[in-house]
């Protein structure tokens, strides 16, 4: 038993110094979620959540290769012209065929407003007249 708690022992110091290390030497802007102070703190406090945590939620994002081959980097953000574009259809208001389509769809709207309006006019009227 003995040597079942000093394994366990040893992972955890072995998970929080690697937790420990690998949050000094990230680059400030690069963590995430919280502070490298808080993150420290909670990495030597809470052992071994605090590590874990960090490992999941405040480790730097790796970089992601597109399909084009180059490398895109989580926060390091695009020029506008440079920006990759989606293979897939567009948001219905990013469409500009769909709004031309909406424009078109509003007349036949007023219309059949305006035939709804008389028809209830004329369900309203006495039917002597």
């Known amino acids: 038993m003995i040597r079942l ?5 040893l992972i955890d110091l072995a998970l929080v110094v ?3 290390i690998d949050c000094l030497s990230a680059e400030e802007f690069q963590i995430r979620a919280l502070p490298r102070v808080v993150w420290v703190f909670l990495i030597l406090l809470f052992s071994p959540i605090g590590a874990i945590a960090w490992f999941v939620a405040g480790r730097p ?3 992601v290769k597109l399909s084009n081959g180059t490398t895109w980097r989580p926060g390091s953000g695009f020029p506008e012209d440079q920006r990759p574009r989606r293979s897939g259809p567009l948001a219905p208001d990013d469409d500009p065929e769909f709004l031309k389509s909406l424009r078109a769809d509003e007349s036949m709207m ?3 407003e305006a035939d709804l309006r008389r028809r209830e006019e ?4 006495p039917k002597d007249e």
Do not use: N, P, Q
């Open 61 to 63: 994002a790796r970089a």
């Open 5 to 9: 708690y000093s394994l366990f022992v």
């Open 18 to 20: 690697i937790a420990l």
């Open 110 to 112: 007023r219309r059949w």
């Open 122 to 125: 004329e369900l309203r009227k």
